[in-house]
């Protein structure tokens, strides 16, 4: 885990899902906004998916996109939310797909990352 970072000491790529997943809590209302990228540089941004027959956290709903949408590996995701840890479930669903290591970048709803975990 590192510190916490302004969001523009992250790659211009990292940082980019960050603002999308920002955008994504800011737009839909949600508690968690997530955007993960894949090994071709697309781009999958979620919210939280809270209905009576369905819960899913921003992060697997954006790594489901992913994989429904052909993506074979990511290379990092980002996660906006109040919260300060993960699940090991939204965690685990990154590691299926990128593997262990893929960076998940946490950060606050302001946009500063308050830890890089590896998947």
């Known amino acids: 885990m590192t510190e916490s970072t302004a969001p523009e000491a992250l790659d211009p790529e990292d940082r980019k899902i960050v603002t999308l997943a920002r955008s994504a809590r ?41 994989v429904a949408s052909g993506a074979k590996s990511l290379e990092a995701a980002a996660v906006v939310a109040d919260s300060t840890v993960l699940p090991d479930a939204d965690l685990a669903a990154v590691r299926e797909l990128g ?15 308050r830890a890089t975990l590896p998947a």
Do not use: C, K, Q
């Open 99 to 113: 593997g262990p290591g893929t960076p998940v970048h946490l950060a606050g709803p302001d946009g500063t990352i």
């Open 26 to 66: 800011a737009r839909n209302g949600v508690p968690e906004g997530a955007a993960v990228r894949d090994e071709t540089g697309r781009t999958y941004v979620a919210g939280t998916v809270a209905l009576e027959s369905l819960r899913l956290s921003a992060l697997r709903t954006a790594v489901a996109m992913a």
